[in-house]
């Protein structure tokens, strides 16, 4: 179960971003269109011009496997074996997408709070799910929003327009989505951590690139990872969490 779902997350991440629907296979290289047995079983190349798929492909689906066996064997309370796989296939392709190429798509976003609605008022009630989804699309709203008005200054006196942004809008809509999850007021403590782990990464990311000579000002790193990693620790280790947070 673990390897088929890590084939899927690896076919949606391939496909939907440069064909924004789901497609047949198809070589990234050279886009000839790829069958189904040599793109997701073997020998994973394209028939045309021999290109091998990304080492990527591996990674996650011996990743799926040791997050399938783990489920099996210690489930997430209420949502069980089958709806902490769906949950983690989902942010198995957020991650995948945002890292290689800095998006988070509107279809992906629209069936995440679709997902997450369905999740969070199971979890948590109406009320308290919808009031999560408004609390974290606000909250990064504004967020968003301040970062447009900063890298607008900053490109005014540097006199050159700064592509990079701090935030994306799909990051906006990706926080709804976990708002909606995790409900009130869990959705705060989420941002909060997704705030702490990403300034954390991007500080050791800030001194490697230093002693690399390879820093280049204004670099943003792709936030989903952060969003995700936040929420997946609030429902995947809630328990640890609030122990370790108690002390």
Same mark, same amino acid.
């Given at each position: 179960m673990?390897?088929?779902?890590?084939?899927v997350?690896?076919?949606?991440?391939?496909?939907?971003?440069l064909?924004?629907?789901?497609v047949?296979?198809?070589c990234?290289?050279?886009?000839?269109?790829?069958?189904?047995?040599?793109?997701?079983?073997w020998?994973?190349?394209?028939?045309?011009?021999?290109?091998?798929r990304?080492?990527?492909?591996?990674?996650?689906?011996?990743?799926?496997?040791?997050?399938?066996?783990?489920?099996?064997?210690? +489930?997430?309370?209420?949502?069980?074996?089958?709806g902490?796989?769906?949950?983690?296939?989902?942010?198995?392709?957020?991650v995948?997408?945002?890292?290689?190429?800095r998006?988070?798509?509107?279809?992906?976003?629209?069936?995440?709070?679709?997902?997450?609605?369905?999740?969070?008022?199971?979890?948590?009630?109406?009320?308290?799910?919808?009031?999560?989804g408004?609390?974290?699309?606000?909250?990064m709203?504004l967020?968003?929003?301040?970062?447009?008005?900063?890298?607008?200054l900053?490109?005014?006196?540097?006199?050159?327009?700064?592509?990079?942004?701090?935030?994306?809008?799909?990051?906006?809509?990706?926080?709804?989505?976990?708002?909606?999850?995790?409900?009130?007021?869990?959705?705060?403590?989420?941002?909060l951590?997704?705030v702490?782990?990403?300034?954390?990464?991007?500080?050791v990311?800030?001194?490697?690139?230093?002693?690399l000579?390879k820093?280049?000002?204004f670099?943003?790193?792709?936030?989903? +990872?952060?969003?995700?990693?936040s929420?997946?620790?609030?429902?995947?280790f809630?328990?640890?969490?609030?122990?370790?947070?108690k002390?």
């Open positions: 673990g390897w088929m779902i890590g084939i997350v690896n076919y949606v991440s391939d496909v939907l971003p064909r924004r629907r789901l047949r296979p198809f990234i290289a050279c886009d000839k269109p790829n069958g189904w047995i040599r793109y997701a079983i020998p994973r190349d394209c028939a045309e011009c021999g290109q091998r990304s080492w990527r492909i591996w990674i996650v689906e011996i990743v799926y496997i040791i997050l399938a066996i783990w489920q099996w064997e210690m +489930p997430v309370e209420k949502l069980g074996f089958t902490g796989m769906v949950l983690l296939a989902y942010f198995g392709v957020i995948i997408i945002d890292i290689e190429y998006l988070i798509m509107h279809p992906v976003s629209i069936f995440g709070a679709i997902m997450a609605l369905i999740m969070g008022v199971y979890l948590h009630g109406w009320v308290d799910s919808l009031l999560g408004l609390a974290g699309f606000g909250s709203w967020l968003y929003k301040i970062g447009e008005l900063i890298m607008q900053v490109s005014r006196i540097r006199g050159q327009t700064i592509s990079d942004v701090a935030l994306g809008f799909g990051d906006v809509n990706l926080s709804g989505v976990l708002g909606l999850l995790l409900g009130w007021p869990a959705i705060l403590v989420g941002l951590l997704a702490l782990l990403a300034g954390v990464v991007s500080f990311y800030l001194i490697i690139m230093l002693c000579r820093y280049r000002l670099t943003a790193l792709p936030y989903g +990872p952060f969003l995700v990693a929420a997946g620790l609030l429902v995947f809630r328990d640890a969490l609030l122990r370790f947070l002390g």
